[in-house]
């Protein structure tokens, strides 16, 4: 079968299936902005994950877009968790961004840019020697034989690379301000993902990544807990804004934009190849 027309077909055989339950539940008209936010999500969602595991990545998908639409999405669940107004939601919420994140995170380590994965854990007992010496790779970038645009790309980026994690922990639990605990969850996330690069070829294993990839959530934590930020922005997160419904819904109607957008984009371009 066609890729694109199976694609299509689980696509509304889970809509079939998420109707019907709602039907059977009464909630199909009184639910109809949770409705309608949870359909563009997992349409956006679903053309995301079908667009990075299908040969349209390499041409329709790159980091900038990557993040923007993941950020559309943070945005549309910020907005719809405004206009709902309930404290339940806002800590559904957390787990939902850190969810997108993870969804993102692992799209930039392992797909956009990169060969299809190819599993070797062969490649685990030949890791290359120099990558297992601390700061051999970095300081090789200062040497003066890189670009700029390499140094900020391996260095800079490998430094915030976690650095959102590390913000939503935060924001989930005042437990994560402290960095000892975030880096329970950190730690294991940074040493798998330089492990599967290994594995699967999409990248190599350095000591050096983990080093810059623990540095950012350290360094960042330190910040944003010794000026008290993260209280104050805490509080942005399970903020009703009363009486602000103009604005609630505004920032709900231009969060709806990009992922409508990349919806009719990747839809076209599967009814196109069916």
Known sequence: MNDYLLYLLI??????????YKIKNKKLFKEKIKIFTELIFFLTTSSFIFILFSAFRYTN?????????????????????????????YKTNINIYIGLYLTLLFSITFLIGRPRLNFNFNRITSIYKDSLIPFNTISLYFSGNASFKSIIYN?????????????????????????????????PIVIFIELFQEITWTGAFDIDDIILNLTGPVLFTFLITRFN????????????????KVIKYLIYIISLIIPII??????TKVIIYI
């Open 262 to 267: 990349f919806i009719i984009e990747v839809t």
């Open 61 to 89: 998908m790159n980091y900038l877009k990557a993040i923007i639409i993941i950020v559309s999405l943070f945005l549309l669940v910020f907005s719809f968790g405004l206009i709902t107004n309930n404290e339940k939601n």
């Open 229 to 244: 930020f993260i209280d104050k922005i805490r509080k942005l997160f399970y903020n009703t804004f009363k009486d602000k």
């Open 11 to 20: 696509i509304i055989t889970i809509l079939l299936i998420y109707f019907l």
């Open 155 to 187: 260095i800079f980026g490998n430094i915030i690379m976690l650095v959102p994690l590390s913000f939503l922990l935060m924001i989930k639990n005042k437990k994560y301000n402290n960095i000892l605990k975030q880096l329970l969850i950190i730690i």
